[in-house]
């Protein structure tokens, strides 16, 4: 398939869950989803078109987070990024794709525990990178994260 049949085919499959398409350059290409469309269009991507996962990333926004999922294919040479948005004032949690993609679940429990979404049938969502006494509810990548450890000298990141 070329890049304009694969995006043609994903616009027109998936009408209802798309909400907005940024073509960003011949190379990259955004796709803001409803959040409960990622399962059906990651899995889509991945198993129907033959991309490959390539990372997740996270962000906390001014009245949202965001999660992003990247997608490469290769044969054309298109990263497909879907992207996610969960308002804070409701719940924060997403299907995760863990499940059905396994090379999303570390990127999954690591978005979990700096950020705190939820990733609704994860398999594993025990901490990964922070220490076992790292409080459970404070978040170091979100924008509110406040100091929890008085005595802790933070000037090499987290």
């Known amino acids: 398939m070329t890049r304009e049949q694969v995006?043609?085919?994903?616009?027109?499959?998936?009408?209802?869950?798309?909400?907005?398409?940024?073509?960003?350059?011949?190379?990259?290409?955004?796709?803001?989803?409803?959040?409960?469309s990622i399962m059906k269009m990651a899995n889509y991507i991945f198993k129907n078109v033959g991309a490959r996962f390539n990372?997740?990333?996270?962000?906390?926004?001014?009245?949202h987070m965001e999660i992003l999922y990247h997608f490469i294919i290769e044969d054309i040479n298109l990263l497909i990024s879907l992207r996610v948005k969960l308002q804070k004032d409701k719940k924060l949690e997403v299907d995760s794709l863990a499940p059905s993609i396994e090379a999303t679940n570390w990127i999954e429990r690591e978005i979990h525990e700096l950020l705190g979404i939820n990733f609704k049938g994860h398999p594993d969502l025990r901490?990964?990178?922070?220490?076992?006494?790292?409080?459970e509810g404070v978040y170091?990548?979100?924008?509110?994260?406040?100091?929890?450890d008085e005595g802790a000298i933070r000037d090499r990141g987290v």
Not at 10 to 15: K, L, N, P, Q, T
């Open 7 to 36: 995006l043609k085919d994903i616009r027109e499959r998936f009408m209802e869950d798309i909400i907005d398409i940024f073509d960003k350059s011949p190379k990259r290409v955004y796709i803001e989803i409803k959040p409960e």
């Open 55 to 63: 990372i997740a990333s996270g962000v906390d926004m001014r009245y």
């Open 127 to 135: 901490k990964l990178l922070l220490s076992d006494d790292w409080p």
């Open 140 to 148: 170091p990548l979100r924008q509110d994260y406040k100091e929890w």
